[in-house]
């Protein structure tokens, strides 16, 4: 149950979840006659919903996360005893699929393997657990799926250890911080999304008592150098609100959030 409350609970603080809520708080306002409550409320969970669905907010919250992990990520990885691959980013191999898939986040994993090819360690760590709320739910551990994908890519299964148990980032840290301490390793290359990079990093160093080398990757935006002048039309795009820029701005603060709750937990 604990578990559940921490993946449904922050729904409500995301700007669509908050949003929605403000303008059910809006209309039971107005129904019990206090219109001005009312328009007040429910203005403000679409003013909400439209500020953070703007592409113009969504890429300085990105940039934000991003750019930071760019400056943690060194230009030269040296080399470590594990490749580990944080668990995001790929659709188990259930039908009608043919095999394991990679969605968004799936850069994870193509890193890591291009980590190995350049023999930055002997071994890769692939991680992620099962999470899911459905009874029955035959879709394995995701570091599961990595494993199975990163043979059929080319890697020797002797070369490949998983961590299948782990559900959340705090879980990883600690969980893998165990298997180092058995196995031996000090160092590790820490291979996750930009954005998530600077949460994981902070928890990592704190749990699992190993030297961590960020190695970032799956960048949601270009640098901001890299971007392109602005124009009239593009600022009328960036104002307009837009699916994809809400979930951007959504997993921004899903970070921040993250970030201050393991902060006042100790675990970052």
């Not at 002797?158 to 196995?183: F, L, W």
Request: charged share 15%; glycine share 12%.
């Amino acid at each position: 149950m604990g578990f559940l409350l921490s993946k449904l609970l922050p729904l409500f603080v995301y700007p669509l979840g908050l949003g929605l809520l403000l303008q059910l708080a809006g209309l039971g306002a107005a129904a019990r006659g206090k219109r001005s409550w009312g328009w007040g409320l429910s203005g403000t969970g679409i003013g909400l919903i439209w500020l953070f669905a703007m592409p113009l907010t969504s890429r300085q919250l990105i940039w934000g996360l991003e750019e930071r992990a760019a400056a943690l990520t060194p230009t030269e990885i040296p080399n470590a005893d594990v490749v580990v691959v944080l668990g995001g980013g790929l659709r188990p191999a259930l039908a009608p699929r043919a095999g394991v898939e990679v969605a968004e986040g799936g850069d994870r994993l193509l890193t890591g393997l291009r980590l190995m090819r350049a023999n930055k360690a002997p071994l890769l760590l692939t991680s992620g657990g099962q999470v899911s709320f459905t009874a029955g739910d035959p879709a394995p551990a995701e570091a599961k799926s990595a494993r199975l994908l990163a043979i059929e890519l080319g890697l020797p299964p002797s070369r490949i250890v998983i961590n299948p148990g782990s559900r959340t980032t705090a879980e990883e840290a600690r969980d893998i911080g165990a298997m180092a301490r058995e196995r031996g390793w000090t160092r590790v290359l820490l291979v996750t999304s930009a954005f998530h990079m600077p949460r994981s990093l902070a928890t990592f160093r704190q749990r699992s008592g190993l030297q961590v080398i960020p190695v970032a990757c799956d960048y949601q935006l270009p640098n901001r150098s890299r971007y392109g002048r602005p124009t009239a039309g593009s600022l009328l795009l960036g104002l307009a609100p837009n699916a994809e820029a809400l979930h951007l701005s959504s997993l921004a603060l899903k970070e921040h959030l993250g970030l201050a709750l393991y902060r006042l937990k100790g675990w970052s």
